[in-house]
């Protein structure tokens, strides 16, 4: 059974640091690419960040870059997600996921979704 696991999310005051994991099982860790996401309250889920198989191409949404990095480790099957100087803003479920093409924004290209884990960032 294919899955994914994430975990790593809390409560952070504004200005401070997480790093999220996501473990994969199965043949999930061979996607093309890995991307995270994050659902705040009453507002659609959406794109935060991918990484390509190789780790050597990233995306990220407009609003995290310079704060955020994304990276995997293929070799323990996990996809990162440090976050730095967190806002308010960023306050949300983020979810990983696997894609079934290349490095992509799109979430209608990823096709299996971890449970989700909760950053609370309080100003």
């Known amino acids: 059974q294919v899955q994914l696991v994430e975990s790593g999310g809390g409560l952070v005051q504004a200005g401070g640091s997480l790093r999220l994991s996501c473990v994969a099982s199965?043949?999930?860790?061979?996607?093309?690419?890995m991307g995270w996401f994050r659902e705040a309250p009453g507002k659609e889920r959406e794109f935060v960040a991918a990484v390509s198989y190789s780790g050597s191409i990233t995306y990220y949404a407009d609003s995290v870059r310079r704060r955020f990095t994304i990276s995997r480790d293929n070799a323990k099957t996990t996809v990162y997600l440090q976050m730095n100087s967190l806002q308010p803003e960023d306050t949300a479920v983020y979810f990983c996921?696997?894609?079934?093409?290349?490095?992509?924004?799109?979430?209608?290209?990823?096709?299996?979704w971890g449970q989700g884990t909760q950053v609370t960032v309080s100003s």
């Open positions: 199965g043949r999930t860790f061979s996607s093309p690419a």
């Open positions: 996921a696997a894609s079934r093409i290349t490095v992509t924004r799109d979430i209608s290209d990823y096709h299996t």
